[in-house]
């Protein structure tokens, strides 16, 4: 069983930045890939990003390519996402998740998710 709590989530302004973090807890947490997703008000939730369990390379949707930044600290059982030059469209509950690898959290195909933490990009 893992556990996974986000957060960092809040209201920001066009152009602003967030970093959002989702600390795990329970099994071990360094041999997991992680992700990011999120979900916007009537609309099916979408892959944004994830990490190997290495660390050692990192994907996107295109649609944050070059703004978002996955990482991840073993010490701490904590990835990140850090999120610069946000747009309204960014809205949305974002959703961190586990699984056995890369290809599985891009099909959205996690074994655990956490609760999501509200993102608000204003005009």
């Known amino acids: 069983q893992v556990q996974l709590v986000e957060s960092g989530g809040g209201l920001v302004q066009t152009g602003g930045s967030l970093r959002l973090s989702c600390a795990a807890s329970?099994?071990?947490?360094?041999?997991?890939?992680m992700g990011w997703f999120r979900q916007a008000p009537g609309k099916e939730r979408e892959f944004v990003a994830a990490i190997p369990s290495s660390g050692s390379s990192t994907y996107y949707a295109n649609f944050v390519k070059g703004r978002f930044t996955i990482s991840r600290d073993r010490g701490k059982n904590t990835v990140y996402l850090q999120m610069d030059s946000l747009k309204p469209e960014d809205t949305a509950v974002y959703y961190c998740?586990?699984?056995?690898?890369?290809?599985?959290?891009?099909?959205?195909?996690?074994?655990?998710w956490g609760q999501g933490t509200q993102v608000t990009v204003s005009p």
């Open positions: 329970g099994r071990t947490f360094s041999v997991y890939a």
């Open positions: 998740a586990v699984a056995d690898s890369v290809p599985h959290i891009t099909r959205g195909e996690c074994d655990y």
